[in-house]
């Protein structure tokens, strides 16, 4: 488990010192005849300059706020790193003001940042909705409504009503009564006569066994 959370870290290190080494950079400056070379550089936050002394007498840059390069002696090399931007004017440490640079740091260009796409408003679909179903409904309520009218109207109804069921209680008593005395009457009869018969029937055998 150490082992395997060391590998991590030093991975994790590792990439970090690589990204850090690739977005720095190094920008260079030569110091020839008691001149910088260029005289005002511009770099990102987090780049170094390096001083390289082309002439046979001693410089350095002293740059003010950051530090100071060694004494560099004819072809020796000395770095400074700027975490920040700003403008930074420097100066020979050994001949000051008649040696004068400037070094202009730029902020350290942070990726844009990704605009967040803002959800297009949805138009609701008013169209849709047919007016099938209202035209549906409409012929059915003046298909019910008709029938209630002629009945519910204020002076008419009354008429009409009447009318009707005197026409039901006049077909009634016509049609039933008679319908229902007449298969009365048949049944009676038919009993009647069976009774009769058997009567006879049975009168006959009691006849013969006793007679
Ligand atoms: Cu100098």
């Known amino acids: 488990m150490k082992a395997a959370?060391?590998?991590?870290?030093?991975?994790?290190?590792?990439?970090?010192?690589?990204?850090?080494?690739?977005s720095?950079?190094?920008?260079p400056v030569d110091i020839v005849g008691f001149k910088f070379e260029p005289q005002g550089v511009t770099i990102t936050a987090g780049?170094?300059?390096?001083?390289?002394?082309?002439?046979?007498?001693?410089?350095?840059?002293?740059v003010?706020?950051?530090?100071?390069?060694?004494?560099?002696?004819?072809?020796?090399s000395g770095s400074l790193s700027f975490p920040s931007s700003g403008t930074f004017p420097y100066d020979c440490g050994i001949h000051g003001a008649a040696m004068?640079?400037?070094v202009i740091v730029r902020a350290a260009?942070?990726?844009p940042p990704t605009p967040v796409p803002t959800p297009r408003p949805t138009v609701a679909p008013t169209v849709p909705p047919t007016v099938a179903p209202t035209v549906v409904t409409t012929p059915l309520a003046t298909a019910t409504v008709a029938p209630t009218p002629s009945a519910s109207p204020t002076a008419e109804p009354s008429t009409p009503l009447p009318s009707a069921t005197a026409t039901l209680a006049a077909a009634?008593?016509?049609?039933?009564?008679?319908?229902?005395?007449?298969r009365g009457g048949v049944q009676d009869l038919v009993i009647v006569a069976g009774f009769?018969?058997?009567?006879?029937?049975?009168?006959?055998?009691?006849a013969r066994r006793f007679g």
């Open 196 to 206: 009769i018969v058997l009567c006879a029937i049975a009168g006959r055998l009691l």
């Open 47 to 62: 780049d170094t300059v390096t001083w390289t002394n082309r002439d046979a007498a001693a410089h350095s840059a002293r």
């Open 109 to 111: 260009a942070t990726p």
């Open 24 to 27: 720095a950079a190094v920008r």
């Open 100 to 102: 004068m640079g400037t």
């Open 64 to 76: 003010v706020g950051v530090g100071s390069t060694a004494v560099l002696a004819q072809g020796q």
């Open 172 to 182: 009634a008593p016509t049609e039933q009564p008679p319908a229902q005395p007449a």
């Open 5 to 22: 959370r060391f590998a991590i870290a030093a991975g994790a290190l590792l990439f970090v010192a690589m990204a850090t080494s690739a």
